[in-house]
């Protein structure tokens, strides 16, 4: 058996509830895992396995949009605790004597494993931009070209990459494999039902999103994301509680949210319909929501628009057509070759 440092990027749940899956699976088949993290992925894995923590790069978001002035102001604060941070984990490598590295978006472990000439799998859903032929409207080409650069920096010259998506594409490379989305352990329990409710999640700054809901009356609506309680006529607000959150995604009739990943993997393994919108600047949203709509299961719209989800909601049976067509998905294509991986480890 291996041991294995796992790098995870620490901005938002997702990368850190998708690690968390495979981690599991890699402890329990007797390898031994070392996490490095940050914000917001630290106190979530800290309950499931060893972590350092380290310094990592944060997106700075202002009214659902990336902001790249602050992000660069931000994180260029953070240089001298990254290097720090750099000379820490380096010691780490050398007294946890790794045999291989894994990577999911965070560029720290990434490097100290080519320093230290050790395998490295990239494993997460972002290289899908980089190592397959995507096709996108060509007014995002600008932000493709940055996020490309940007994640190539992530994860450069893996032994492999192990990309999960919601859509197939030609790759580029035989290093790379394509996977289903990673299903977490309590979505895969759930039965998904249709419900009187539209569930909304918007993790980004959104003004006056209650009001804008409001006027739709014709629908209902349970929003997260406004950390807080309340009723505004068709509009229930509730606090986030991953139990009752995906009980409500499980019970909904469709979803609006941003386009993140993880939790577009979470509605289309229970089928829900989805409109997506997708955080400006930020092409990974941007192409997750372009594949949803090429996969018929949502649409999208890089602004709340009352008649685009009006028009959304009047035609869920199209794309509930669709989501009866579309596989159900399971972990073990990928726990298979992951396994396969690191046998000669």
Known sequence: MAKIIYGVAGQGFGHAMRSKVIIDHLKQVGHEVRVLTYGQALPYLKKF??????VGLQLVYKNNKVDYLSTIIKDSKKFPKILQSFSQVSKIFNKFE????????????????????LPLLSIGNHHFIT???????????????????????????????????????????????????????????LTAKKGDFVLVYL???????????????????????????????????????????????????AVIAN????????????????????????????????????????????????????????????YEKNLKKYPKFTNQKLFSKLDNFLKKY
Do not use: W
């Open 49 to 54: 396995v060893r972590v350092d923590e380290i």
């Open 98 to 117: 790794p045999e291989v590295v894994i990577s999911d978006y965070e560029p720290m472990s990434s490097i100290l494993a080519h320093l230290n000439a």
């Open 131 to 189: 190592n397959c032929e995507i096709k996108f409207p060509k007014k995002y080409y600008r932000d493709y070209l940055t996020v490309k650069a940007i994640t190539l920096a992530m994860t450069p010259k893996a032994d492999a990459y192990f990309i999960t998506t919601i859509a197939k594409e030609k790759i580029k490379d035989k290093k790379t494999f394509l996977f289903p989305p990673i299903v977490q352990e309590d979505v895969s329990k």
């Open 203 to 253: 993790t980004s700054e959104y003004g006056q999103l209650v009001e804008q809901l409001q006027k739709l009356t014709k629908y209902k609506f349970v929003v997260y994301g406004m950390n807080k309680n309340g009723k505004y006529g068709n509009v229930i607000l509730k606090e986030f509680s991953r139990k009752g959150f995906v009980k409500d995604l499980s019970q909904s009739k």
């Open 259 to 318: 386009s993140g990943f993880t939790f577009i993997s979470e509605a289309l393994f229970l089928k829900k319909p989805y409109f997506a919108i997708p955080v400006a600047n930020q092409f990974e949203q941007t192409i997750n929501a372009v594949y949803l709509e090429k996969i018929g299961v949502g649409t999208y719209s890089e602004n709340f628009n009352q008649t685009e989800i009006d028009n959304f909601l009047q035609n869920l049976e199209v």
